[in-house]
């Protein structure tokens, strides 16, 4: 997978509570940013892919299983490509970047999970990129 990569974040504690920092998220790509919040950990989203979007996903409450799978052809896909699966946790901050020309899924894995995702596309140019696959297509593991 091209680009995709983890940007680490970190924590600063004082008396007055604590602070987390992602001073390696040069933002000004973004054009837009979204919260996910699952109505229960049994719900799966997946799969969507965009062939030129990029997106970064950080989860601000909870934990999230995310299946990533790179799309060899967005019109007729390769079935037996293997997701690649990556925890994100409010607990370990972490900034998940996916570059275009895959596809992913989510799952919350705690109650009350959220996830804030950013985007490098207007909402317009995302509707134009956008691809969706059956639940099933990919056999992404989605146990914790």
Excluded at 38 to 57: N, S
Aim: with cysteine; net charge positive.
């Amino acid at each position: 997978m091209n680009h995709l990569q983890l940007i680490k974040g970190g924590t600063f504690s004082d008396p007055r509570g604590t602070l987390k920092f992602f001073n390696g998220f040069h933002m000004s790509p973004v054009v837009r940013m979204y919260e996910i919040a699952p109505m229960d950990t049994e719900v799966i989203r997946a799969w969507q892919g965009h062939r030129l979007e990029r997106k970064w996903f950080y989860c601000i409450q909870g934990e999230f299983i995310i299946n990533i799978v790179t799309v060899d052809n967005f019109h007729n896909p390769s079935a037996t490509t293997k997701p690649k699966k990556i925890i994100l946790s409010e607990k370990k901050p972490f900034i998940l970047e996916l570059p275009g020309g895959v596809a992913s899924g989510i799952k919350a894995v705690k109650s009350q999970s959220k996830l804030l995702v950013f985007s490098d596309f207007s909402m317009e140019q995302s509707k134009e990129d956008d691809y969706r696959f059956d639940l099933n297509f990919w056999q992404g593991d989605w146990k914790s």
